[in-house]
């Protein structure tokens, strides 16, 4: 499982998107999803399986403990009655014929050879009889002074009888077998002052005792002293059990029988019932250690966390066999929209499988092609109006009419056409045309403008009408300088018939204009209209008289008189306009060193043949 979960975050720490941020691929999540339904649900099963049957195990070894408790109850209890019985009966006995004591004794432990002794005492401890099994003296090599001399060390035990008790005490430490010593009174109503006492050996007692299942079961004097065992070692130790919580439960009970669930100093812990007998104290306990109660649920507990395990690795090899066969086609899927993302629109994808996924395949196609067709409409209507008006239209963000805008307006013309064109083939026009406009476009482009048309070899541009442009009059004028740098190399190797130099003009305005779709119901086209665009127009012209290659307005001055170099050239009157308008050359960037300084450096640099007239600055 750890092995599991610690390849699977190697493959997440390989799966980050452009983000960053991790990715978590769906074969993991279904794979994380079901074991974790798993894991919950049979965990939950196997966790209740095994509290009911604990809980179960439990009252059952409660209720196994009374059963047991109440059978040696009786049995002890019958046992003892009989002893006492016998001793009685044959106390009596000998009390009447006092002569034939040790012959009546005698018939008593050959009746019963567990009988070792029986004796009876007045309140000074004299013997009125004592008799001692001779067979049991021999059997174990025992002297009767030596169990007289028992006897007497015992009698301090024995007086609690003459108060009308009954005691019962476990002199098998004394003894090298297990014995078991009662004392009674003779008579419970009229003479207290004579005991009876005898000693027992404990082996019938003790195979009562003896159980082959995980109850243990002893017997307990009101001392706390064992009595029996299932361990003979135990009762012939004579351990004291008053530090088992049990016995000292059972000594303070007021009840004859209960239950308790007590914890050892070795941290075990035990299901214990005991059960007083009425006679001198004595009880029986019964207990079992839980770890032997619940070995069993243990057991199963440990085999279904087993099958849990097996379930759980079977699970993940189906689930991630389906969750391959369904990721293989996403993550295919991934690839083509990143394939679509870069401009390949043309996928190679198949649909596998029959369901959702395989639809969404086909879907996916389709869209590549569409949006292959739609960017191939695009490119090709982007060639014959501009590129940027192109994804306006295709994105249904160029709306239908005009509306006012700020922006700057160019207007660039080759010189002496006209007389080009004549000495080419059009084919030849046509191909001088498309190199000359390609250098020219790219300034425009590279610059942020906006190419408006092509009006024959004039160039109108825009910039700020279409997309907003903080700097739209520097732009224009920046792509002006360009196209004045992209001409000089233009002309390189040119001169000949074939290959003419090229010199052009450029106006530039700064003004208010329309910017819209403007045509009729059957054919329009984006520009942009207005009297700022007509004064770019004659200002480009204008270029002819003035001898230079850039001129602007005094609105584009304004805008851009920190930026470059400019040189007036005086008020001029323009048809249509009430007042002389103010003109400028661009001589070039104020950055750059090799701007020219003057008129005449300008006209030197670009070709141009030198005014007789004197520039005003």
Known sequence: ?????????????????????????????????????????????????????????????????????????????????????????????????????????????????????????????????????????????????????????????????????????????????PILCISFPLSETKDTHTILVTLVKLDSLLDAFQTSGPVETFLVSEDGSVLAHPDAKVVLSGNNLNDLPIVERMKKSTVDNGQFRYENKDGEFYLASFKKLGIGGVGVISQVRETKIFEEVNNIQKRNVYLLIVFLSLSFIVVYIFAKSL??????????????????????????????????????????????????????????????????????????????????????DIRSFTAISEKLQPEEVVEFLNSYMSEMVKCVQETGGTVDKFIGDAIMATWGALRDHKEHAKAAVDAALRMREKLIEFNQGRGTIKKPLIKIGCGINTGYVIAGQIGSSDKMEYTVIGDSVNLASRVESLNKETHTDILVTETTYQEIKSEFHLLSMGEIEFKGKSKAQKVYAVLGRKSDPNSPKNLAELQSMVGIEPTSKKAKK
């Open 327 to 412: 990721s293989i086609p996403i993550l295919k899927l991934v690839d083509a929209s990143e394939e679509i993302r870069r401009g390949n629109y043309h996928i190679n994808l198949h649909a596998t499988t029959h369901d959702e996924i395989g639809t969404l395949t086909k879907s996916f196609v389709s869209m590549g092609r569409g949006l292959e067709e739609r960017e191939k409409l695009k490119d090709s209507f982007g060639r014959f109006v501009n590129q940027d008006i192109a994804e306006l239209a295709a994105k249904g963000k160029l709306a239908i009419g005009g509306h006012k805008k700020y922006c700057t307006i160019f207007f660039s």
């Open 1 to 177: 499982m750890k092995t599991f979960f610690f390849h699977l975050r190697n493959i997440l720490s390989k799966n980050k998107n452009s983000s960053g941020e991790f990715q978590f691929p769906i074969r993991y999540k279904l794979l994380l999803i079901t074991s974790i339904v798993l894991l919950v649900s049979v965990s939950g099963v196997i966790f209740l399986a095994s509290y009911f049957f604990r809980k179960d195990s439990e009252v059952r070894v409660k209720e196994n403990n009374i059963k047991i408790n109440e059978i040696l109850s009786l049995k002890v209890k019958s046992d003892l009655h009989s002893i006492r019985q016998d001793v009685h009966i044959t106390a009596s006995a000998i009390f009447r014929n006092t002569q034939s004591a040790n012959g009546i004794a005698k018939e008593l432990f050959e009746e019963d050879q567990n009988f070792v002794f029986i004796g009876a005492y007045d309140s000074s401890f004299n013997a009125k009889f004592e008799s001692i099994n001779e067979n049991f003296l021999q059997k174990y090599d025992y002297q009767k002074q030596e169990v007289k001399n028992i006897l007497k060390n015992i009698q301090p035990k024995l007086k609690k009888s003459f108060s009308g008790t009954t005691v019962i005490w476990n002199i098998s430490p004394y003894f090298r077998n």
